[in-house]
């Protein structure tokens, strides 16, 4: 296995790690303190200032146009989409919702597959497929029930989902292109900025009676979000977008579970079950198919370590 594979699995890994971990305590400040969801948003927007601080350091800031206009794309896809994600949880119940909008990587391997023309061995596609099953039974609620099976929300969760399969795509089509992490990263930070002002219309004013814990709780859990989009930069500019995504998207709610089991002694169901179990084989079909694979999951134009090629930003500039 050679370098380039092993960093995309590195990446994938760290982000499963911190998106796990986000997922386990995002709700804190929302569920204790009642604090407005968009008011997240928010504080998550100017939390992505600190990794791409970061990632910009050492790097060269990529000016092309191409690199901007996929880099912000996949920011306004990513910062869109959890707008849309506030009012559909306004509309309709969010056990109904997530398991449609945790079908994007299904947009995203589509993608993928048609646009970039990705090619996946036989036991990857299984463990596509495996990890996409168990993104929806982990997302099947334990109990109770609701009758409002249509409504406005529905059309709202389609879209979150297309857009956020659209931007794992657009991520990598970034890379395609010769834009380094750095760059892709920054323009994603200055898209969910963008937003900030929507943010705060739907809103209506900031929150008068919050307590000093609910936006330090938030900023403290949405850094974590703000590294793992990062992490997943690095990943889809190194591993197919058609296996980065339906894995990350599949082990890091299993994290999320066993550290709710850990901290909240919250058992999953029997779906639940099945779900991490699927995720677990999926994953293991995934990681086994590229080690056998002989192609290099590199993108083209970008190094091991995602820095571009000379040769490749030139004929990107011609």
């Known amino acids: 296995m050679n370098n380039g594979k092993r960093s995309w699995m590195l990446y994938a890994t760290l982000l499963i790690v911190f998106w796990g971990v986000w997922g386990a305590f995002s709700s804190q400040p929302n569920s204790?303190?009642?604090?407005?969801?968009?008011?997240?948003?928010?504080?998550?927007?100017?939390?992505m200032l600190i990794p791409a601080y970061f990632s910009l350091r050492r790097t060269r800031f990529d000016r092309r146009p191409i690199a901007?206009?996929?880099?912000?794309?996949?920011?306004?896809?990513?910062?869109?989409?959890?707008?849309?994600?506030?009012?559909?949880?306004?509309?309709?119940?969010?056990?109904?919702?997530?398991?449609?909008?945790s079908l994007s990587p299904v947009i995203t391997v589509l993608l993928a597959t048609v646009l970039l023309r990705e090619r996946m061995a036989r036991l990857a596609v299984g463990g596509v497929v495996a990890a996409l099953a168990a993104i929806v039974l982990l997302s099947i609620p334990g109990g109770g029930s609701d009758s409002e099976s249509t409504g406005p929300w529905l059309l709202l969760a389609i879209l979150i989902c297309i857009a956020w399969g659209a931007q794992a795509f657009c991520m990598r089509k970034a890379a395609l292109v010769g834009a380094n992490d750095g760059t892709t990263f920054g323009w994603m930070t200055i898209s969910g900025l963008l937003l900030v002002p929507v943010a705060f219309v739907m809103m209506g004013g900031l929150p008068a009676d919050a307590p000093w814990q609910a936006p330090a709780l938030t900023a403290g859990t949405q850094v974590l979000n703000a590294v793992g989009a990062l992490f997943l930069v690095m990943a889809l500019s190194r591993g197919k977008a058609s296996v980065v995504a339906p894995l990350t998207n599949a082990l890091a709610p299993v994290l999320t579970i066993a550290l709710s089991l850990v901290v909240y002694t919250t058992v999953p169901n029997i779906w639940g079950t099945i779900g991490i179990v699927l995720a677990l084989v999926g994953s293991t079909l995934m990681v086994i198919s590229d080690g056998r694979s002989g192609e290099d999951s590199v993108a083209p134009g970008v190094e091991a370590d995602g820095a571009t090629t000379p040769r490749e930003a030139t004929s990107e500039r011609t």
């Open 68 to 101: 901007a206009v996929w880099g912000l794309l996949a920011g306004l896809t990513g910062a869109g989409g959890q707008l849309l994600l506030f009012e559909a949880l306004s509309e309709g119940p969010a056990y109904l919702i997530f398991p449609v909008i």
């Open 32 to 47: 204790r303190y009642g604090y407005p969801n968009e008011m997240i948003y928010i504080i998550w927007a100017f939390t």
